[in-house]
Structure formats: structure tokens, C-alpha cells
């Protein structure tokens, strides 16, 4: 059946029930090659070690216990250092020891002798736990950008604890309406200029400016919406004014911060100040329901919940589980990404698109970060255009750290 769109396929998937052990089983008593389980042809005959579990001393002859790639952890073996043609595993495997003993080590004493013989069960608990979250990080990582639309890359990373992927995030690229919700997708009105950047075009006849200067940036206040040229329009697609429906461009990376603040993003190339980040995407549902949700969720669900009070307050988008990289980014009360409405082929005005852009350069490896609570500009309060584009209902102690934090992200 031909997909009607990208989020399709995924109605027909179903958790499968049977362990992946008995899986891979299967597969090798039919010799059948399976990637996603971990099957190929290379290991289906074959041995290729997919992490080391333990080590030992035995008559002065080293051994790592081997967990074989595409096999039960109960076929686990020891065997001979001399045996493994696996560098990174090994340096993967000394690194992980090390890093948990000095985690240890404070305030503990001297690990005793006989640990050179064999490590203590402890270590060995934790280089497995921390080899099988690397592997499910991966797994994970390889989904996002499956599911990703944009030209930037996904990257994931967690060197501070063994915390796994979201179990239950689901990745879209646009927003899900809930059920009863339609968005309209094609636009009424389309701009005939030959060059857009000086025509009448389409902001102009939303009766507002153009806000990209040409070097792609955003140019206008905060509180100013934004409208994009669409697919009623006679231009292609190297007008100036279609940034925000072009997607991220930059790599991003959710890492897991040091500070408490779980997931974030950081971005892994540098971004030019005023520049178009990523969308913030989710269900859209109504405030009505929000309200409800809102009662279910506890402090962390409930910063997920973006209200679209743009010009009413009818819509709420919900990123708790569905979204994109923007479900990661924390917030800040001294932020580097600021909040636009946007409009695209939808120019109903109840349901914005939400935007983000720089305010400023960041640095390649700095944390994204937005103010939940950005409510268009603060210095235009009082002016007719400051529409509030969104804002998350929150009531929590805010960590970002910054001079001036507000203390609350609310
Ligand atoms: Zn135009
Ligand atoms: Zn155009
Ligand atoms: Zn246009
Ligand atoms: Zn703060």
C-alpha cells in the first residue's frame, strides 16, 4: 500500500512480543540474516564480538568475557586477550572500568589485590549496563534520524549516567493533529512576484513585513508572525522567503546534561546569530483537553505543553509524546533561541507554527536553550503587534544557571 504520508508506515507497526534472544535464535536455526536484530552475513557464521562483560587473570593469561554480536548473552565466553582483534572495545571497556572506580573511589580505599585477578562484580555490572545503553542509544539514534525530514543530523550521547532512551517518544516531523482537529494545509493565496525579496509578497498582503534580510536571517521583532511563501506561489524554492518549511540544517545533538536538567540539545556546528534552528512540533489539541492533560501530568509532562495563544487561545500543541529534537531543548531565562509564529500553507491564525531562531551566535558543542515563558518581546508589551507566539504552562524550580534566572520557569 502506498504511504499517504511520512508518519504513515507507522500505524502498522506492532511491539513485537518475543524476546530479541529467541529472535536471534530463530534467525540462526533458519539462517536467515536479519540487520535489525543484529544478524548479518558476517555474523550468522561467524563470531564478531559485540561488547567485553568481564575480565579475569588465569595462570597469568588474560581473558574478557566476549558477549557475541547477534547471539544470547548464555552463550557469553571467556576468552584469551590474545585471541580479540577489538581495540575500541577494549579501550571502551578500560574507559567504562575506570570512570566507575573513580566514581567510587571517593571516600572508599585502595581497591584490594586480588582485583587484578578479576574485577569486582560490581564493575563488571556497570561496563554491561553501560555497553547495553550505548547500544540502545544507538538504536535509538539510527530511529531519529530515519524518521528526521531535515537536511541536519541527530546525534545522541550520554556520558554522565545510564539513563536510555525516552520509552515512550515517538519522533514526527510536522504537527499530529488530535482527533476532531484539521489543519488546512492548502493555502488560499499565493504571491506572483518576480523576485520576492522586492515584490508584493506575501507578508505584505498579510499586512506585515518581510522577515528575512538576505542572508537568510530574521529581521523582524519578536511578536512580529511570520509568513512564508507556499505552494499557491509562483516562486521556487530559492526564494528568500521559505526558511522555516526548509527544516534544520545544522547537526544537533541530545546529550544528557551534567546539571539535572536530563536530556538536552546542543548544537554541533556553529549557528549564525538571528538564524532558523528547528520547529517546535507536537499534537495539537484544544485547550480543553490541554487542561485535562495538564491535571495528569506532572511538573515534567506539563512543560511540554505549548499553548498557541497567538491571536486566540483554542490551541495547544503537546510534545510529550510526539515531537521533535525540540522535545529536548530546556529552557533558560537567558536564552539563545527566541519564539516566531509562522505561517506556511496554513494561514489560519488560531494554529501558528512555532519557530525557532538564534538570537545570537552559538558556538559549535553550546546548549540550545529557549525561555518557556518567552511571551513575544518583553519591551513591546504594550504594542498591538506583540502577539505572545506561545508559551508552556509551568510551575517548576528552574536550574539554567544563567544571572538572570528568574528562579522559576514561571
Ligand atoms: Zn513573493
Ligand atoms: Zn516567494
Ligand atoms: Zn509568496
Ligand atoms: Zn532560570
Excluded at 547537526?251 to 551534567?258: E, P, V
Aim: hydrophobic letters at 30%; one cysteine or more.
Amino acid at each position: 500500500m502506498a504511504a499517504a504520508g511520512a508518519e504513515a508506515p507507522r500505524a502498522w507497526c506492532v511491539p513485537c512480543l518475543v524476546s530479541l534472544d529467541t529472535l536471534q535464535e530463530l534467525c540462526r536455526k533458519e539462517k536467515l540474516t536479519c540487520k535489525s536484530i543484529g544478524i548479518t552475513k558476517r555474523n550468522l557464521n561467524n563470531y564478531e564480538v559485540e561488547y567485553l562483560c568481564d575480565y579475569k587473570v588465569v595462570k597469568d593469561v588474560e581473558y574478557y568475557l566476549v558477549k557475541w554480536k547477534g547471539w544470547p548473552e548464555s552463550t557469553n565466553t571467556w576468552e584469551p586477550l590474545s585471541n580479540l582483534r577489538c581495540p575500541q572495545l577494549l579501550q571502551q571497556f578500560s574507559s567504562d572500568k575506570n570512570s566507575f572506580l573513580s566514581r567510587v573511589k571517593k571516600g572508599k580505599a585502595v581497591t584490594p589485590k586480588n582485583s587484578r585477578k578479576s574485577l569486582p562484580p560490581a564493575v563488571a555490572e556497570y561496563i554491561v549496563k553501560k555497553a547495553k545503553q550505548r547500544i540502545a542509544l544507538q538504536r535509538w539514534q539510527d530511529y531519529l534520524n530515519r524518521r528526521k525530514n531535515h537536511k541536519g543530523m541527530i546525534f545522541v550521547e550520554n556520558t554522565v549516567d545510564l539513563e536510555g532512551p525516552p520509552l515512550d517518544f515517538y519522533y514526527i516531523n510536522e504537527y499530529r493533529p488530535a482527533p476532531g482537529i484539521t489543519i488546512n494545509n492548502e493555502a488560499t493565496f499565493g504571491c506572483s512576484c518576480t523576485d520576492c525579496f522586492m515584490g508584493k509578497c506575501c507578508p505584505v498582503e498579510a499586512g506585515v513585513v518581510l522577515a528575512y534580510n538576505k542572508n537568510q536571517q530574521i529581521k523582524i521583532k519578536p511578536g512580529t508572525p511570520i509568513y512564508e511563501c507556499n505552494s499557491r506561489c509562483r516562486c521556487g524554492p530559492d526564494c528568500p522567503n521559505r526558511i522555516v518549511q526548509k527544516g534544520t540544517q545544522y547537526s544537533l545533538c541530545i546529550f544528557r546534561t551534567s546539571n539535572g536538567c536530563g536530556w538536552g540539545v546542543k548544537t554541533l556546528v556553529k549557528i549564525k546569530r538571528m538564524s532558523f534552528v528547528m520547529e517546535y512540533v507536537g499534537e495539537v489539541i484544544t485547550s480543553e483537553e490541554a487542561e485535562k492533560r495538564g491535571q495528569l501530568y506532572d511538573n515534567q509532562g506539563i512543560t511540554y505543553l505549548f499553548d498557541l495563544d497567538y491571536e486566540s487561545d483554542e490551541f495547544t500543541v503537546d510534545a510529550a509524546r510526539y515531537g521533535n529534537v525540540s522535545h529536548f531543548v530546556n529552557h533558560s531565562c537567558d536564552p539563545n533561541l527566541q519564539v516566531f509564529s509562522v505561517f506556511i500553507e496554513n494561514l489560519d491564525t488560531r494554529l501558528p507554527r512555532i519557530a525557532l531562531f538564534s538570537t545570537r551566535t552559538i558556538k559549535a558543542g553550546e546548549e540550545l536553550t529557549f525561555d518557556y515563558q518567552m511571551k513575544g518581546c518583553g519591551e513591546l508589551s504594550s504594542d498591538s503587534v506583540d502577539h505572545s507566539p506561545a508559551k508552556k504552562r509551568v510551575r517548576t524550580e528552574c536550574k539554567c544557571g544563567a544571572e538572570t534566572c528568574r528562579g522559576y520557569l514561571n
